[in-house]
Each structure stands twice: as C-alpha cells, then as structure tokens.
C-alpha cells in the first residue's frame, strides 16, 4: 500500500485507521507527530512519533493567536516535517489537539496532513505497543505560506455578524449559556450563533472515533448548523475552533474559517456584542 494513497478503510481521505498505521509504521516516510501534552508524550507514545512542545501552538509574543508563520515553520522543521512530506497526526483526546495541528498546518500551507481516527486510545485498547524513546528525524525542510481565508479576526467576526454569515460555537453548554465565563471579562455567546459541542461528533468512549459522516451532519443540521454554508468557528482560545472547522471540511465544507482570539479575545473586549442565556 502506499503511504500517499488513501485509507480505504477510513470514512474520510483526512483520516487514517490505527491499523493503516500499524501497516506504515516502518515506512521512512512516515511523518508522525503525537499532538498531544508533552508530558503525556515523555510518558508513552506511538513508536516513531515526534512529540510537541505544546498542542495550542500559541505564539510567544502573543499568546492570544497562533503562532506566527516563522516560529510554525521552524519547530516542525526540527520534528523532520518537510513541505512535501506526507504528516500523519495522533492525540489522546479525541482528536482535539490533532485537528488543532491540522488546521495550523493548513493555515501555512500544508495539504498533505492526516488524522489518525481514534488516536492514541484506540491504539491502546486494541492492544498495540507504545515506547518513550524519543523520535530522531533529519531536520525538515518546511516553508510556510500563510492562507489567511483560513482564519478570522474579531474585525471578520463583527463582518459575519452584518452579514447573516453562519457562526458556529463549539464550546459547552455552560460557556455558551454565560454560566462559565472561564475568567473572561465578560461572558455568553456571540448573538446569532448556532450552538453545538464539539464533542458530540465523537464516538465513545473509550475509542473516541469520528461517527459517521451521515451521523455527523445529521448532528450538525439537529443544531441548526448548515454543514455545506459558509461558517465562522468559535471556542474560548481557538482549539475547539479549530476541531469544528476539520469537522466541516470533513463534510466538503471548504468555505469554513475559525476565529483564532475566539472569546480570549471577544469576551475581553468593550466593541463585541455577547448575549446569555440559552437562546
């Protein structure tokens, strides 16, 4: 089989199984990245695997947004990522924090990024081998290219809104509600969103795999979330913004775009409107 091709056990061309993994690990290849806490990743991890300094990938200057192209460029390329390289990506949290990765490495130009369906507890239950030898690759060769209709601004959000254009917000019910504020100035939802947590595409547990794409959007539509329109995603410090957005594009959506400060940055604002309440 060839690395490149498609799983043709998988539900999406974006996603592997653990067992095409399994069936790649040996491959030179191979580009994986365990995209989860590094501590966990010192712990114990899918053998070959390169670890991150942090999921969030947040820059150091402004830990508000993601990390500038630059400062993304160089730590993958000393995990060995090259622009033409094929990167398999895994987590221990039901793919949050590799879809996470996913859309920073789409936001700076790399198409060629898979997630493993199911992750790292899916490997665990099914009873394949784990290591905490460190991952040592050849420094990579990756150049980024930034595509900024990958992300919004608090400007873009505030032009969605005088559009009519579709938001969704991924968070949980007591974020959304205004109940947690999660130490925000202020708290509740932007007026007009759709409001769905992201964890509810998810299978499980213990495996935490993708439900059906069918199941998927069935989920969304139940929400009032158009899977096929334009959309702004939201969260508190665009991780989960991020996961909504690869569950679009999931779907075919390719005109989704998260909202990078998402309410780090809106609900600590004076010129953002924010509404409570469940409605």
């Given at each position: 089989m060839s690395l490149h091709a498609p799983d043709p056990m998988a539900i999406h061309p974006l996603l592997v199984t653990t067992q095409w993994l399994a069936d790649h690990l040996d491959?030179?290849?191979?580009?994986?990245?365990?995209?989860?806490?590094?501590?966990?990743?010192?712990?114990?991890?899918?053998?070959?695997?390169?670890?991150?300094?942090?999921?969030?990938?947040?820059?150091?200057t402004n830990d508000l947004l993601v990390m500038p192209p630059e400062e993304f460029a160089a730590l993958v390329r000393r995990l060995g990522v090259s622009s033409d390289g094929e990167v398999i990506l895994y987590d221990d949290n039901a793919s949050l924090h590799a879809?996470?990765?996913?859309?920073?490495?789409?936001?700076?130009?790399?198409?060629?990024?898979?997630?493993?369906?199911?992750?790292?507890?899916?490997?665990?239950?099914?009873?394949?081998?784990?290591?905490?030898?460190?991952?040592?690759?050849?420094?990579?060769?990756?150049?980024?290219?930034?595509?900024?209709?990958?992300?919004?601004?608090?400007?873009?959000?505030?032009?969605?809104?005088?559009?009519?254009?579709?938001?969704?917000?991924?968070?949980?019910?007591?974020?959304?509600?205004?109940?947690?504020?999660?130490?925000?100035?202020?708290?509740?939802?932007?007026?007009?969103?759709?409001?769905?947590?992201?964890?509810?595409?998810?299978?499980?547990?213990?495996?935490?795999?993708?439900?059906?794409?069918?199941?998927?959007?069935?989920?969304?539509?139940?929400?009032?979330v158009d899977p096929d329109a334009p959309t702004v995603t939201y969260c508190q410090s665009g991780i989960r913004a991020a996961f909504a957005t690869f569950v679009l594009r999931l779907l075919g959506n390719e005109a989704a775009q998260a909202y990078d400060g998402s309410m780090a940055e809106w609900a600590n604002r004076d010129d953002t409107p924010l509404v409570t309440g469940s409605a």
């Open positions: 491959d030179p290849e191979l580009m994986l990245i365990d995209a989860g806490e590094s501590v966990a990743y010192r712990r114990a991890h899918i053998r070959g695997a390169a670890g991150l300094p942090h999921p969030y990938l947040k820059g150091h879809a996470r990765l996913w859309w920073v490495f789409q936001l700076y130009g790399h198409d060629r990024v898979r997630v493993v369906d199911g992750g790292l507890n899916a490997w665990l239950e099914e009873g394949r081998p784990l290591t905490s030898a460190p991952a040592r690759r050849p420094e990579g060769t990756f150049e980024a290219r930034e595509r900024s209709i990958e992300r919004c601004s608090a400007a873009d959000v505030q032009a969605a809104l005088i559009a009519g254009k579709q938001i969704w917000d991924a968070r949980s019910d007591a974020e959304w509600t205004g109940t947690e504020s999660r130490e925000n100035r202020r708290a509740g939802h932007v007026p007009g969103a759709h409001h769905l947590e992201w964890i509810r595409v998810m299978q499980g547990p213990p495996y935490r795999r993708f439900r059906s794409l069918p199941e998927i959007r069935g989920i969304l539509e139940a929400a009032g």
